[in-house]
Every structure is written in structure tokens, then in C-alpha cells.
């Protein structure tokens, strides 16, 4: 499995952004698909955004399409999750998470029982 460190959450007034990283190790990230997750208190992690190997293919929850882009550098092993217009319902602990690639991740990319690394977190607040 790969090893997941997130970081780049804070406190930020409602419309700011905010990009986080998730910095892989123990193995290369070329051959896995990854995405992110949050979980707000009181709720369940719910999938956010996840993109495949090559990046051709992305997906996005409802709630956070035209504000959240994911994208990935394999070359540093890295991959990020751009956030604009936040908005208070955006508060949550968020999650980066990988998986290697199969035909079940496309079906359900945002699936939190697809992915077998994750990361520990990092909150983002969202208020004035």
C-alpha cells in the first residue's frame, strides 16, 4: 500500500480557496488512481473528487463541481485537490485516498470501499 500524507487545510472565509496535496511514498503513483474524501462532523466520509492513472477521466460529487479541481503529478508523486468558493458546508476533515486502477474504479470512483490507501487528513474550516 501506499503511504498518504495530506496536507494544505485551514481556516478560510466563505468564498477563498484553498489547494491541498497529498504526497505519496513507498511506491510510485503511475499505476494508481486516486481521489479525495470528506467527512464532516456527525456525517459520513462521502467522495469528493477522483481522477484515473492518465488523468483522462475525472469525477466530481454534485456539491463540489465548477468550484473543486483535482489534478495529479506523477513526476513528484503528488496530486491536489484546488478548492474556490468555499462555502461554510464545506467544513469537513478531507481525505486523500489511492487505489490501483481496475475496471471497478470506474464504476464507482467516489466509492469509499474502492480505495485501500488513505491518508489521516486535514481539516478545512470554512467560516467568517
Known amino acids: 500500500q501506499l503511504q498518504l500524507v495530506e496536507s494544505g487545510g485551514g481556516l478560510v472565509q466563505p468564498g477563498g480557496s484553498l489547494r491541498l496535496s497529498c504526497v505519496a511514498s513507498?511506491?510510485?503513483?503511475?499505476?494508481?488512481?486516486v481521489g479525495w474524501f470528506r467527512q464532516a462532523p456527525g456525517k459520513e466520509r462521502e467522495g469528493v473528487s477522483a481522477?484515473?492513472?492518465?488523468?483522462?477521466?475525472?469525477s466530481y460529487a454534485d456539491s463540489v463541481k465548477g468550484r473543486f479541481t483535482i489534478s495529479r503529478n506523477d513526476a513528484e508523486n503528488t496530486f491536489y485537490l484546488q478548492m474556490n468558493g468555499l462555502k461554510p458546508e464545506d467544513t469537513a476533515v478531507y481525505y486523500c485516498a489511492a487505489t490501483i486502477v481496475d475496471s471497478k474504479w470506474y464504476d464507482r470512483p467516489l466509492d469509499i470501499d474502492v480505495y485501500d490507501s488513505w491518508g489521516r487528513g486535514t481539516q478545512v474550516t470554512v467560516s467568517s
Open positions: 481522477v484515473s492513472t492518465t488523468g483522462e477521466f475525472t
Open positions: 513507498r511506491w510510485n503513483l503511475d499505476y494508481y488512481a
